[in-house]
């Protein structure tokens, strides 16, 4: 959460800011928290991914949180790709940027398990 994840550059090539998830780094080394919403959306699906791993007696739920969590991260690189317009410059991600995307796939790879584990207790419970 707290790893470079994109530079601002200005039209002419020059350093602008560095963002993280919390704020805006200029070359001064002020800070303005414009990008904190970046952390709010990511503290919001990292504690409801851990929610969602304690809730494994109720499988249907579980299924939706993984789905509320996919969103989540997908609002994280929606909100991403606005905060440039507002400071006025191009942006270059960093390597940590492609997180969030790791945890999309993997939390639909859970979700994909817990519907399929949903669908095999509902065959047992026929076959009794």
């Known amino acids: 959460m707290s790893l470079q994840v994109a530079t601002i550059f200005s039209d ?9 998830n919390l704020w805006l780094s200029d070359g001064q080394g002020q800070h303005a928290f414009t990008s ?13 991914s851990l929610v969602t791993i304690f809730m ?26 606005v905060l440039p ?12 940027a492609v997180l969030p995307a790791i945890s999309i796939i993997l939390t639909f790879m859970a ?3 817990i519907l399929a584990d949903e669908k095999l207790v509902r065959s047992l419970d026929r076959i009794r």
């Open 12 to 20: 002419s090539g020059a350093m602008v800011a560095r963002m993280y």
């Open 36 to 48: 904190a919403p970046l952390l709010v959306v990511l503290l919001l699906a990292a504690v409801l």
């Open 56 to 81: 494994y007696s109720r499988r249907k739920l579980q299924a939706q949180m993984c789905l509320l969590s996919i969103l989540l991260l997908v609002l994280w690189y929606v909100v991403l790709a």
């Open 85 to 96: 317009q507002r400071t006025g410059g191009i942006m270059h991600l960093e390597w940590p």
């Open 111 to 113: 979700r994909k398990g």
